[in-house]
Structures are given as C-alpha cells and as structure tokens.
T-cell receptor, first 109, second 115 residues
C-alpha cells in the first residue's frame, strides 16, 4: 500500500536547536517525495522536493531508500520556522499526492 | 509566483442544498487541478483530479455524483457539493499545476459547514 507516515504530531524545540521532522513512506516504485509547509493562516506551499537536492530556508531532506525515509532537517531552528509540515509522495508520477498526517513544529524563544 | 484563489473562503448552508466552490489560477494556465478534503487535525485527502476539457478522475470512495467537478477552462475548476449533509462539512482545498511543471500551487481552502 502507498502510504506516508509522520510519526510526530507535535515537535517542540528551542530556538537554535537542531530539528528533524520524520517521514517514512511505503511505495513500490521509484518515489518522488516532497515537503510542504503551512504557516499560520496561510496556504500550503512547497518547501522542497527530493529530486532538487536543494536547501530551502536552511532545511534539507535526503531520500533514504533503504530506510524508506525522507526526514526534514535543519541545524538551527528559528522561531519563524514554527508551522505545520507535511511530507507528501507523488503517486505514480501523475501529480497525485499522498500526504502524511503532518507535524506541527513549534520553535520556542 | 503562481497564485491560486478559492471562492468562497467559507460557506454555511442548510442540509440538502448544493454548494459550489471555485478554484482559479490567477497568473498561469492550469492544465490540471486537484481537489482535496481536510478534516480537523487530519491530513489532506485527494478527492479528484481534473484536467481541462475532460472528465474528472475520482479517488476510490469519493462519490462522483455528490462531488461534481467541472474544469471548463485553463484557469477555473469548480467543485459542487450536491445535496450537502452535515458529514460533508470539511475544509476543501484545491491545487493547480501548469503544463510545464509538476509543482502544485495550493489555494487557501474553503471551509464548508452544513447545518
């Protein structure tokens, strides 16, 4: 079954601390994975995708096929990073996204 | 950047009535639009995919006669919830994708409350 799992509903860290938001997937083919972010009272927006191998706002995510994971990391969290983060899998490369449950990141001063 | 709007942002209706939600791509042509549903504190669930000029493709378990989708132009898709019931109350979100990109741009969502 195709599935995206984000085990943590809420992750609370202090400013300057490292943060890792976990994402595991189940997919039989070659996965295309994304991280989306939703800031308070704003719409969902793309943060990064695994094929780009880029760093956005200090966040990076590496696809680990052996562990079927795509964890989102940032070495030093900032208060403005507080938001809801969703990991998503592109099903069949047709644009149909399967979203994880989301993790709320709270960065405290 | 690409902007997607939804109208209305919220709507309250009586049980048994129909409600239409619009999704517009403001500055690009959306060959594909997606409709999602999000329950409180839950994830987004894909309901259907619509391609301009063709019939929508519905996900398993989504009633196509209840959730009518029309993608009549490259900038507009509509979702009509027919004979709405309280269990249809939810947050409905659309996304749009152009022909030259696989990036989806999301609308702000529409909160539907059926009394």
């Amino acid at each position: 079954a195709q599935r995206v799992t984000q085990p943590e509903k809420l992750l609370s860290v202090f400013k300057g601390a490292p943060v890792e938001l976990k994402c595991n997937y189940s997919y039989s083919g070659s996965p295309e994975l994304f991280w989306y972010v939703q800031y308070s009272r704003q719409r969902l927006q793309l943060l990064l995708r695994h094929i780009s191998r880029e760093s956005i706002k200090g966040f990076t995510a590496d696809l680990n096929k052996g562990e079927t994971s795509f964890h989102l990391k940032k070495p030093f969290a900032q208060e403005e990073d507080s938001a809801m983060y969703y990991c998503a899998l592109n099903r069949n490369q047709g644009g149909k996204l399967i979203f994880g449950q989301g993790t709320e990141l709270s960065v405290k001063p | 950047g690409a902007v997607v709007s939804q109208h209305p942002s919220w709507v309250i209706c009586k049980s048994g009535t129909s409600v239409k939600i619009e999704c517009r791509s403001l500055d690009f042509q959306a060959t594909t639009m997606f409709w999602y549903r999000q329950f409180p504190k839950q994830s987004l669930m894909l309901m259907a995919t619509s391609n301009e000029g063709s019939k929508a493709t519905y996900e398993q378990g989504v009633e196509k006669d209840k959730f009518l989708i029309n993608h009549a132009s490259l900038t507009l898709s509509t979702l009509t919830v027919t004979s709405a019931h309280p269990e249809d109350s939810s947050f409905y979100i659309c996304s749009a994708r152009g022909s030259n990109t696989d990036t989806q741009y999301f609308g702000p969502g529409t909160r539907l409350t059926v009394l």
